[in-house]
């Protein structure tokens, strides 16, 4: 299905601004973000958004939880002409490292069922369906999945993202 490889020139940014976050998300997603909304989301401490960038173009996004045992992932995206290429697994490969590191045990996520790319995405990294929201959608009505994702954590490291300055992008 990978028709090609992403170029070596994609960078992980990992203090996006709120108007990045939202400016991502908005073209990834049908109904999108307000920038207040990303700002309210990153003042808790717990939550995070990252962004792919290659060549200067913001690609990818990911929002997320993450405490000290449990790691929640709120929304994923690859803008629609970059999807099928691999940017959306190197995300969840960098964010389940990550999870590890900081020592969590458990990533969850909640995927529309009929929502076939993301779902696959999922359960080609390990993820399990441990329940089911009946009728959760609308527009179809249609049911979500809750899954989950066990990891063996790697070692303990603060789970607070600093927020005071921008930090350069690491490169994917
Ligand atoms: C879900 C999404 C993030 C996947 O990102 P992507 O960059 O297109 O995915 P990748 O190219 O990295 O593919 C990784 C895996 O996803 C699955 N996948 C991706 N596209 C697929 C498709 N059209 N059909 C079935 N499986 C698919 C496959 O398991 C694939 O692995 P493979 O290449 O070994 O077959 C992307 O489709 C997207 O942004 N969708 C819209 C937003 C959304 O629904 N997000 C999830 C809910 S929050």
Request: with cysteine; net charge positive.
């Amino acid at each position: 299905m990978i028709s090609a490889e992403p170029s070596p020139s994609l960078i992980l940014d990992k203090h996006p601004t709120a108007a990045a976050v939202a400016a991502v998300e908005g073209q990834c997603f049908g109904v999108s973000w307000s920038v207040q909304e990303v700002e309210r989301l990153l003042s808790n401490p717990a939550v995070g958004a990252w962004i792919v960038r290659q060549s200067r173009l913001d690609v990818a996004m990911i929002c997320f939880q993450m405490t000290e045992d449990e790691a929640e992932i709120y929304r994923i995206g690859v803008l629609p002409g970059r999807r099928g290429k691999g940017f959306g697994r190197r995300l969840m490969v960098e964010y389940l490292s990550e999870a590890k590191r900081r020592g969590c045990k458990r990533v969850f996520l909640e995927v529309r069922e009929g929502n076939i790319p993301a779902v696959e995405l999922y359960r080609s990294l390990g993820f399990q369906v441990s329940a089911r929201r009946k009728n959760y959608y609308a527009g179809p009505p249609e049911d979500g999945l809750v899954m989950e994702l066990r990891v063996a954590p790697e070692k303990r490291a603060p789970s607070v993202r600093p927020r005071a300055h921008h930090v350069p992008g690491i490169r994917l």
